[in-house]
């Protein structure tokens, strides 16, 4: 029962993020917290490392609040 209540919080809070961030920054977030170098994720996306560096910064500005 335990591990239901968290997958149902996990799910929550991953919905709530998703509202706040742009499908990019989402993305790139997914990426950054799976341990992938901004060059890694750049490639994947087909973009650049500042970028990224400039999504990461959005996210950080956004979930602060």
């Known amino acids: 029962e335990e591990i239901i209540i968290e997958k ?3 799910e929550s809070l991953t919905q709530s993020i ?3 961030l742009s499908k990019m920054e989402f993305e790139v977030l997914q990426m950054f917290l799976a341990g992938m ?3 890694d994720i750049a490639e994947s996306l087909n ?3 500042k970028a990224v560096d400039n999504a990461l910064s959005r996210i950080r500005k ?3 609040k």
């Open 8 to 10: 149902e919080d996990y």
């Open 18 to 20: 998703k509202l706040e």
């Open 37 to 39: 170098s901004y060059t």
């Open 47 to 49: 973009t650049n490392e």
């Open 62 to 64: 956004k979930l602060k």
